[in-house]
Structure formats: structure tokens, C-alpha cells
């Protein structure tokens, strides 16, 4: 149970993807290409996960911290996002927000699969591996990411709605609000998508 808890919220996580997505190819213009090859910076943290996971469990130290660590990168890379989500972001701002998420997924991956099919006999395993596998896969990132896009949508369409508060009509003419707009949406989207991050960040730190 408590092994189906944390892949719960492991998919809290995961899901950020989506969010991600709309973030570099929404608002920096990222090709598929380039939005794709993010990913590949995630693979120095996953190689530094296993490495630290094949010295955890040699030495027989509490898998407890090693779940730990895990949870506080994923929290990490939430953290950077929240703060440096900018029209301006650089591809480099990427490194280390990545590096956390891919360290965070696959020691997360190695040690909430080990707790939740621990001292499970074999047939036991097979049967529980069928279960675990829709429960992260469908259910966890299913429900967070289909929130997410329901988030981002509520969220933008009221950052837009205070974002024209600040619109003088004797100031701001039509033309001006049509040249802005743009700028205007993108500004929306980075708001909904740090409000997203907030929620994660209040969470992961709870």
C-alpha cells in the first residue's frame, strides 16, 4: 500500500511533462526536435541513480533516504522551474532542472518498485507487476496530467483576465492590444504554468 502510494505520487511528477511540453514548444518556440532532445539531459542524472543505487544496496544502507533523495530532486526541478520560467529562458537554464528530473525518475523507479514488490514470492510478483504497471502508468500520470491541462487552461484564462486589468483604454489602443498580443498569451501561459509548479512545490514539500 504504501508502495502504490508514493507511485501515486511519483506520477505527480511524471506528469509535469505536459506542462513542460507546453512551456518549451508553447512559449520558447522549441521544435519537436529540439523539445525532444531535453530529455537526453536527463541521462546523466539517470546514470548517477543507478551508479548510487548499485553503492545503496551493496552497502545495505536505509532504502528510506534513497526514496528520500529522489522525492527531493523531483522537487528541486520544480523549484527551478517556478523560479527561472522566463520569455527569456536559455537552452543552458535547461542542465540542471533536467539533471534533477532524470536523477529523481529512475532512483524514484529503482526503490518505490523494490519497496512496493519486496519480500514478494514469485507468483506474487508477476501478478502485483501487472497492477503496478497501470496503476504508475494510466492512473498516477493519467489523472495528474489530465488536471494539469485542465489547470493551465483555468489558470491562463484568468491570468489574461488580470493581465487586462492593467489596460488603460486611453492608453492602450486596439492596434497596440492586436501588436501585444502575442506577448500577452505567452505571459498567460508562463502564469498558469508557474501556478501549476506552485501546487506541485506546496505538495512535494508536504
Not at 496503476?135 to 488536471?147: D, E, H, M, P, Q
Not at 488580470?162 to 492586436?178: I, K, P
Amino acid at each position: 500500500q504504501h508502495g502504490l502510494f508514493m507511485l501515486f505520487w511519483l506520477g505527480m511528477f511524471l506528469g509535469t511533462a505536459s506542462i513542460q511540453n507546453t512551456f518549451a514548444v508553447g512559449v520558447l518556440g522549441y521544435d519537436q526536435l529540439t523539445n525532444t532532445r531535453l530529455s537526453l539531459l536527463m541521462i546523466p542524472g539517470i546514470i548517477l541513480a543507478g551508479v548510487l543505487a548499485i553503492f545503496w544496496f551493496k552497502k545495505e544502507k536505509p532504502l528510506k533516504m534513497y526514496i528520500f533523495s529522489g522525492f527531493s530532486a523531483m522537487v528541486g526541478y520544480a523549484v527551478i522551474m517556478y523560479f527561472s520560467m522566463v520569455l527569456e529562458f536559455s537552452y543552458d537554464n535547461w542542465y540542471l532542472p533536467m539533471f534533477l528530473k532524470g536523477y529523481g525518475m529512475c532512483s524514484l523507479f529503482i526503490s518505490v518498485w523494490f519497496y512496493t514488490l519486496d519480500k514478494l514470492e514469485m507468483d506474487e510478483m508477476l501478478a502485483a507487476i501487472g497492477l503496478v504497471l497501470v496503476w504508475r502508468t494510466f492512473l498516477a500520470v493519467g489523472i495528474f496530467s489530465t488536471l494539469y491541462s485542465w489547470f493551465q487552461y483555468r489558470f491562463q484564462v484568468t491570468a489574461i483576465g488580470d493581465l487586462a486589468v492593467y489596460m488603460d483604454g486611453m492608453t492602450v489602443t486596439a492596434q497596440n492590444v492586436a501588436a501585444n498580443m502575442k506577448a500577452i498569451q505567452l505571459n498567460a501561459i508562463i502564469i498558469a504554468t508557474k501556478k501549476i509548479f506552485e501546487y506541485i512545490i506546496l505538495v512535494g514539500l508536504g
